[in-house]
Structure formats: C-alpha cells, structure tokens
C-alpha cells in the first residue's frame, strides 16, 4: 500500500493509518529530510528482525538508529550528555544529522552494538515527526538502499513502491527523497567526531 501524505501539513487521519499498521507490528517506509527509510516500532522484536532481513543485516554492526520527535526522548535511551553536545544537538536538530550517543537500559538489546550505543536522529520531516509523535515513541530506521541500480538510494517513492510492496506494510509517499544520506557525528567519547560527512553541514 502506497499512502500519500503533503509535508507541509500532514493529514491527521492518514497519519493515524499508518501509526496503527506500526503498533500492530507492521513495517513502513518513510521520507526524511535526507533518504527515504525503512523502520518500524523499537518495541517490537519481531518487526525489527523482519527489516533486519529485507536488509539482509546480520551481526552486531548494522547501523540502526531511531527516530525521535524531539530531544525529549533523549534521556529515556541515552546516557547523561555534557552541556557541550546537548547545545550541539539542541542547534542542529531538527536536521539531517545521526548522533552516535551511549545507549541505557532501555534501548532494546537488538539495537545495541558491542559497544552500546545507539544513534539518533530527530529529521527535518513534518510526515515522520507527526508518525512518532502519534506513535508515542521512536521508531527504528535504516536506509532503503538500491546495491543493483547506478544510484545508491532511490528517491522516487512510486519506484520504492514497486520494489518493496510485497516486503513492507506501507509505503509513504512525501514527495521525492534526496540521495544523501545524513552527516553521522559520535559524541560517545565526550567531543563530537565525525564519522562519515553527508547531508548536513559541519
């Protein structure tokens, strides 16, 4: 199913459609403000190893982040921030930027890499913010990424479509995605290294 929600004011009913299909376990595919992702509910073990296996991800390293609302989130899934990285994350989001931060106990382990931590990204997106906001907490994200074409990621939702109808519930149409991934900044160490450049500026 293919669902087509306007950035600039995502419709409410539409909205709570597609926060339904996550809480029942469902898989979507979504607009950021950088490449379109690939996610479901964090709680839910059974959907999160079913996009673990449309990505063909296995092991410990698979690169999977969250998506928040807003900052507000933070302390519930990550550890104690300086002041230093907060004001950073606080002047950068929301924006096209994945803070690699130290994962608590309540991050599911199946997010945890060998060294506990978890990234998080709150998307300069009206459609995925109003999701998890509606969802009530955040959802998984990964990248939906085309290894067989000459492009790296698509940016066409009605292409995305056609690839991944039968592997996901729905697929959310905001118009055409960008082919740059986002700026990945780890904070784990206490200052912000940058661990691959993308979307956002430094």
């Keep these: 199913m ?7 004011n ?16 469902g898989i979507i595919i979504y607009p950021t403000d950088t490449i379109y992702g690939i996610g479901c509910d964090i709680f ?7 996009v673990k296996q449309i990505k063909g991800l296995k092991g410990d390293n698979q690169n999977l982040s969250f998506i928040c609302h807003d900052l507000s989130h933070l302390s519930d899934f990550a550890m104690p921030l300086s002041n230093s990285i907060f004001k950073t994350m606080r002047a950068l989001l929301p924006g096209p930027y994945t803070f690699i931060l130290e994962a608590n106990n309540n991050v599911p382990k199946i997010f945890k890499s060998k060294k506990k931590t978890v990234g998080i990204r709150v998307p300069d997106n009206n459609i995925i913010l109003e999701i998890v906001k509606e969802l009530g907490n955040p959802i998984m994200s990964t990248s939906v990424r085309d290894l067989d074409d000459v492009e790296e990621y698509t940016t066409d939702p009605e292409l995305i479509h056609e690839k991944f109808e039968n592997l996901v519930d729905i697929v959310v149409d905001g118009g055409f995605g960008d082919n740059v991934a986002s700026t990945i900044l780890d904070c784990t160490s206490g200052e912000i290294e940058v661990i691959r450049y993308g979307k956002g500026k430094i």
């Design 44 to 50: 839910n073990p059974k959907a999160v190893e079913k």
């Design 2 to 8: 293919i669902i087509r929600i306007y950035p600039e």
């Design 10 to 25: 995502p419709n409410a009913k539409q909205i709570r459609q597609v926060v339904d299909c996550l809480r029942s376990g």
